[in-house]
Nanobody, 122 residues
Framework: QVQLVESGGGLVQAGGSLRLSCAAS?????MGWFRQTPGKEREFVTA????????YYADAVKGRFTISRDNAKNTVYLQMNSLKPEDTAVYHC??????????????????WGQGTQVTVSS
């Protein structure tokens, strides 16, 4: 069983930055970040392959968010810059098997963290 623990959420003003972290108990996984607001489906934000060689972003966050990983620490990071009120959500990290080639679909991810709240005020 893989455990994922997110941290780093909080309240920030529009235009500000936050860095989320996701500590994983396993290593050989593709990792993704999704976000969810009340009454809406979980939305893909970004993903990174297990080696870190490939990254994927939703159009809404391209150029503002950066995903990275440190496999020595079993940790994935999400650097969020130029935050907007519409980025407000609970952010979840998720792990998919390294052989998976599906990055955008939440159903491809086998393990999920509890989530961390990000609130961007206008």
């Amino acid at each position: 069983q893989v455990q994922l623990v997110e941290s780093g959420g909080g309240l920030v003003q529009a235009g500000g930055s936050l860095r989320l972290s996701c500590a994983a108990s396993g290593r050989m996984f593709n990792m993704g970040w999704f976000r969810q607001t009340p009454g809406k489906e979980r939305e893909f934000v970004t993903a990174i392959t297990w080696s870190g060689g490939n990254t994927y972003y939703a159009d809404a966050v391209k150029g503002r968010f950066t995903i990275s990983r440190d496999n020595a620490k079993n940790t994935v990071y999400l650097q969020m810059n130029s935050l907007k009120p519409e980025d407000t959500a609970v952010y979840h990290c998720a792990a998919a098997p390294a052989y998976s080639s599906s990055y955008y679909n939440a159903n491809a991810y086998r393990y999920w963290g509890q989530g961390t709240q990000v609130t961007v005020s206008s």
